[in-house]
């Protein structure tokens, strides 16, 4: 029996569950896990066996992605492919000698004629067979290429209208998962029914690699969560709806979930949280979430959750205001979460996740106030509008002394505009954190760059005899002066991840203009590395530490 504990001071949170009311008005939740842990890894883990037959009629297709190598002036083709054409008496490289000039990595072509089992058949470029790991790019092409192959053919047929998507996974079926799903999603959440897009049913073609093929599925109906939790606007959004989604989904698979209110934040003295959140009437939370996979010491997530910011008194332009929701970062973690937990991996998380808006009123945080944070620096407010800082020094303060992690990971945009679309910021102050993150972003495909965290940064957010901390500095380097400013609510080995240049698109499989969900992949990827390798060094010490019979 998992028992989950809430200190709300909202009812709206828990519409759909038995409460019962205490003096403090604390709210307690009793509820049993048991059946729904399976039935959300179900859920999660759900394919199609059998591949429909194709009844062409609209709205209601079968479509197949295959893909095909370049080798200079001609095509080879993958297995599945190679499958297709013999069935189809060699239709596939009759086509092929038609696009031979137009068809590149990247690009898909839709043909209708080929078998009878399918409608419409996208022809996917996967580049040059097995280019492996580019050391200059710092990426595994050969992963990466499938991503591409697969997303640019679901898209396609997608448009097509298709129901069904049966999918070459060409030897990489969780890559291939990935990427079929990231594309395939769409944020249609205020649609029309006549006008909403119809979900499509993606499945391998074929039964081998099946497993790698679920395994990748959770990373990208994770990830799709982050972008459905992004996209979100902020009056359908709100940090109690926010709350309210991750309890609804994160519960059923064994994540403890606490939420509290604006009175614990008042006890627990979090002023930069609170000064963030004094101008709007949507009262802020303090989110808490717990992945046990594991009994050593955990790693702490933490994230900015602004469910929308308006910069405060150094308000933002009316171009910049739409969309202006800082909550990505939030969304990544909790999508970190939800991976962990659906995959079971065995590893000890906690997160922690300030929640609030920030608006414009007699009440809201002013340029040049200065705030206690929770280990005793003074931060002096200079930016309205670099308001992350201070939600995330609190947040990291108490996570690290209530739960003493072993590595502490924070996910944030401490900047308006980041470096590049390409890849997120990081800084650290751990050689192998390092590694291991840029390792895992290369095979996810979604890489991460390190950014200088020097001692001239850290100058810069000091310089002011009166007081400790800036939270805007000199100089004109945003994003690193605020990993420096965090680095003072931080000891032990620490990684920050900046989403302020990856929160919309990137990628062949990831649309434009919408959230990206990123990098959450990467991160969720990184600790699954870790944990496994850790739980191989432990069995590696028992067996060590066993003696051996004379």
């Not at 192959?149 to 998507?165: D, K, P, Q, T």
């Not at 006008?195 to 990748?216: A, I, K, M, P, Y």
């Not at 990098?519 to 028992?542: E, M, Q, Y």
Request: net charge neutral; charged share 20%; hydrophobic share 40%.
């Amino acid at each position: 029996m998992f028992v989950f504990f809430f200190i709300m001071g909202y009812t709206k949170l828990f519409s759909s569950i038995n409460l019962w009311r205490v003096n403090s008005g604390r709210l307690f939740r009793y509820c049993s896990s048991v059946g729904s842990t399976s039935e959300c890894k179900a859920t999660a883990e759900k394919r199609t066996k059998n591949e429909a037959q194709d009844t062409n009629t609209e709205g209601n297709k079968s479509g197949l992605v295959i893909g095909v190598y370049e080798d200079k002036d001609k095509f080879e083709l993958t297995p599945v492919a190679e499958e297709i054409n013999q069935r189809s008496g060699g239709k596939i490289c009759g086509y092929l000698n038609e696009l031979s000039c137009q068809l590149k990595l990247g690009k898909a072509f839709v043909v209708t004629d080929v078998v009878p089992e399918f409608g419409p058949v996208a022809i996917s470029s996967l580049g040059k067979k097995n280019p492996g790991y580019n050391t200059l790019e710092e990426l595994d092409e050969t992963r990466e290429n499938v991503r591409v192959m697969v997303g640019a053919g679901v898209r396609a047929l997608c448009e097509r209208g298709c129901a069904r998507v049966s999918v070459c996974a060409a030897g990489v079926p969780d890559a291939a998962a990935e990427a079929a799903h990231l594309a395939a999603w769409r944020f249609d959440e205020f649609k029309s029914s006549t006008d909403r897009h119809q979900e499509v049913q993606l499945s391998l073609h074929g039964s081998e690699g099946q497993e790698e093929w679920d395994t990748g599925v959770v990373y990208g109906q994770s990830q799709n969560w982050a972008r459905y939790l992004t996209d979100m606007p902020p009056n359908k959004m709100t940090p109690v709806d926010f709350a309210q989604t991750a309890l609804d989904t994160l519960c059923p698979l064994g994540v403890h979930v606490t939420a509290h209110e604006r009175s614990w934040l008042e006890a627990q003295r979090m002023r930069g949280v609170l000064a963030v959140a004094a101008g709007s009437c949507e009262a802020p939370l303090f989110l808490e979430c717990t992945w046990r996979g594991a009994d050593n010491p955990p790693v702490l997530l933490a994230a900015d959750g602004l469910t929308f910011d308006c910069g405060g008194l150094c308000l933002r332009s009316a171009r910049d205001m739409h969309g202006a929701r800082s909550v990505a970062g939030a969304a990544v973690v909790l999508a970190v979460i939800r991976t962990l937990a659906i995959l079971k991996v065995p590893i000890h998380v906690r997160a922690v996740i300030p929640l609030c808006e920030q608006l414009v009123s007699g009440h809201c945080l002013k340029p040049g106030d200065v705030l206690p944070a929770l280990n005793g620096l003074h931060m002096q407010v200079e930016d309205t509008d670099l308001e992350s800082q201070l939600l995330l020094a609190d947040a990291l303060v108490y996570g690290q002394a209530m739960y003493k992690p072993s590595l502490v990971i924070d996910v944030a945009s401490l900047a308006p505009v980041g470096a590049s679309c390409a890849c997120a910021c990081v800084f650290t102050n751990s050689e192998h954190v390092c590694r291991g993150a840029r390792d895992a972003g290369a095979r996810t495909g979604d890489r991460l760059w390190r950014l200088p965290l020097w001692d001239y940064y850290r100058r810069q957010v000091r310089d002011d005899p009166s007081v400790d901390l800036r939270n805007k500095g000199s100089g004109t380097a945003t994003i690193c002066k605020g990993a420096a400013f965090l680095k003072h609510f931080v000891c032990g080995e620490w990684l920050h991840v900046d989403t302020s240049g990856v929160r919309a698109g990137g990628a062949v499989y990831l649309r434009a203009g919408r959230a990206a969900g990123r990098p959450a992949r990467t991160i969720a990827a990184f600790l699954t590395d870790a944990a496994l390798a850790d739980k191989t060094d432990t069995h590696t010490d028992s067996h060590a530490d066993t003696p051996r019979n004379s």
